[in-house]
Every structure is written in C-alpha cells, then in structure tokens.
Nanobody, 115 residues
C-alpha cells in the first residue's frame, strides 16, 4: 500500500518562504483532489488548501494570498508555496486526498516560523 510523502519543511523567520512537496510512494489510487493539511501543537489537524484534477484551487482564509498550491502532472508531484510566513503557520504539514484517505497519511513535514 502506498503513501503520500511530504518534504521541504524547515525553520524560517517570519516573512520568509518555504516550498513543500508531496509525492506518492508506492501504489496509490488516482488522485482527483489533493489537499494540504496542517496540525499545530495542541490543535486538531486542519485543511489548508486543495487543488482539483481540473486545476481549480481553494484556500482556507488564513493563508489566502500567501500560499499557492500547484501540481506537476508529469512528475506526479504536488507543491505548496508558502510566502510571508507567520508564527501561527507553525505546524506539521501533510498532504492527502480530499476527503482524506486514512491509508495515505505520511509522517508530514515540520514547518517552524520564528518571530
């Protein structure tokens, strides 16, 4: 059974940028809608952004205008460009289908934004 694997996290100062990547590892079903989620310490995991197989995108209000979700169909990869990062963006970021499939949760990638 395959998973979705995230990478690209790190420590960055407020106002900085990071680009997260998501790629399948092993066999997974065709992805129709891919979402990025995040879980901050002590909080529930929340949806951040998604992209459909037609390229439509949507974002949670708190990241609108700062984050951009994209995909590379040739490489079967998905990305989350995060600009003007804020301390409240600190979380473990995950990618998964929308709605989320429990089979595909990976380890996530830690994003830490210092003030």
């Amino acid at each position: 059974q395959g998973q979705l694997v995230e990478s690209g996290g790190g420590l960055v100062q407020a106002g900085g940028s990071l680009r997260l990547s998501c790629a399948p590892s092993g066999s997974i079903d065709r992805i129709h809608i891919l979402g990025w989620y995040r879980q901050a310490p002590g909080k529930q995991r929340e949806w951040v952004a998604f992209i459909t197989n037609l390229g439509s995108t949507n974002y949670v209000d708190s990241v609108e205008g700062r984050f951009t979700i994209s995909r590379d169909l040739a490489k079967n990869r998905f990305y989350l460009q995060m600009n003007n990062l804020k301390p409240e963006d600190t979380a473990v970021y995950y990618c998964n289908t929308v709605p989320a499939d429990s089979r595909y949760w990976g380890q996530g990638t830690q994003v830490t934004v210092s003030s």
